[in-house]
T-cell receptor
Framework: DQQVKQNSPSLSVQEGRISILNCDYT??????FLWYKKYPAEGPTFLIS?????DKNEDGRFTVFLNKSAKHLSLHIVPSQPGDSAVYFC????????????FGKGTKLSVKP | EAGVVQSPRYKIIEKKQPVAFWCNPI?????LYWYLQNLGQGPELLIR????????DSQLPKDRFSAERLKGVDSTLKIQPAELGDSAVYLC???????????FGQGTRLTVV
């Protein structure tokens, strides 16, 4: 049973426009969420995180929104650039001694010039 | 500052042969993870270390997989004997404790033929 779901395998966006990547989770114990970006033949790179005590966190062009009641988070990239083309993974961590990062399957973003 | 270093980058072996992967985490990171990533999937945790102690190995197939983290720094992951289904990317990551962002190495792509 997947606890972190990224239902869109791919997304295509025009350069300069907004990219919105979505993530849903099922485990109500998750309280720390992260987004990673992955280029081919490289390991995932940390992008941005958010704790459940917040509903928004912003870092430059990247903003993560958290809707706890809907168990949903999203990553907004504005404006999108061709270099943002990569696979984006959503990850979540639960309270307690486990706290391991649980990843979604990823969404492949293509930003077209 | 050097990132997480993994070797080798690529490995091709015949089934039933042994194979080992090595990871050097970021200096000072006490938490070390080994993840498995299959094509089109997100990373899945195999084992997590806090210093030299394996605190979560519930997802490690112990009949053929083993891991160690000597002196709480470098770590090795071994498969013996390898099976065709073990073909995947093996990722090592480290962090300052649990529930902080983890930094990943470039991974080792294993092909079992």
């Amino acid at each position: 049973d997947q606890q972190v779901k990224q239902n869109s395998p791919s997304l295509s966006v025009q350069e300069g426009r907004i990219s919105i990547l979505n993530c849903d989770y099922t485990n109500s114990m998750f309280d720390y969420f992260l987004w990673y970006k992955k280029y081919p033949a490289e390991g995932p790179t940390f992008l941005i995180s958010i704790s459940s005590i917040k509903d928004k966190n912003e870092d430059g062009r990247f903003t993560v929104f958290l809707n706890k009641s809907a168990k949903h988070l999203s990553l907004h990239i504005v404006p999108s650039q061709p270099g943002d083309s990569a696979v984006y993974f959503c990850a979540a961590s639960a309270r307690g001694s486990q706290g391991n990062l649980i990843f979604g399957k990823g969404t492949k973003l293509s930003v077209k010039p | 500052e050097a990132g997480v270093v993994q070797s080798p980058r690529y490995k091709i072996i015949e089934k039933k042969q042994p194979v080992a992967f090595w990871c050097n985490p970021i200096s000072g990171h006490n938490t070390l993870y080994w993840y498995l990533q299959n094509l089109g999937q997100g990373p899945e945790l195999l084992i997590r270390y806090e210093n030299e102690e394996a605190v979560d190995d519930s997802q490690l197939p112990k009949d053929r997989f083993s891991a160690e983290r000597l002196k709480g720094v470098d770590s090795t992951l071994k498969i013996q004997p390898a099976e065709l289904g073990d073909s995947a990317v093996y990722l090592c990551a480290s962090s300052f404790g649990l529930r902080t962002e983890a930094f990943f190495g470039q991974g080792t792509r294993l092909t079992v033929v």
